[in-house]
């Protein structure tokens, strides 16, 4: 079974910094595709950041050039560090993956079939 944990969630001031990770268990491999997305009370979710197994990435336009998604396959967590943070950030963030390839490309809009539980992340202006 496909499990997801995320960690690393937290307060921090507007301009700060914070390292969120997600640690994958129930597969063997590098996952296909894997993503963050976030959502705030009152809004629809959101896709941040994605990363493929060939190493592409993929940003939502709000979060470019201040987050940076990053995959480490050996231990199969996906990382995402966020710095110059702002108000706006403030969210629920969670992880989603696709172990496999299934003939789909891995973009923000792709359908991962499995979610991490989330990790607040909370910005003060």
């Known amino acids: 079974q496909v499990q997801l944990v995320e960690f690393g969630g937290g307060s921090v001031q507007s301009g700060g910094s914070l390292r969120l990770s997600c640690a994958a268990s129930?597969?063997?491999?590098?996952?296909?595709?894997m993503a963050w997305f976030r959502q705030a009370p009152g809004k629809e979710r959101e896709g941040v950041a994605v990363?493929?197994?060939?190493?592409?990435?993929n940003y939502g336009d709000s979060v470019k050039g201040r987050f940076t998604i990053s995959q480490d396959n050996a231990k199969v967590t996906v990382s995402l560090q966020m710095d110059n943070l702002k108000a706006e950030d403030t969210a629920m963030y969670y992880c989603?993956?696709?172990?496999?390839?299934?003939?789909?490309?891995?973009?923000?809009?792709?359908?991962?079939?499995?979610w991490g539980q989330g990790t607040q992340v909370t910005v003060s202006s």
């Open positions: 989603a993956a696709d172990p496999w390839d299934r003939g789909r490309r891995c973009q923000i809009s792709y359908p991962f079939p499995y």
């Open positions: 990363i493929g197994r060939d190493g592409s990435t």
């Open positions: 129930g597969y063997v491999g590098s996952p296909y595709c």
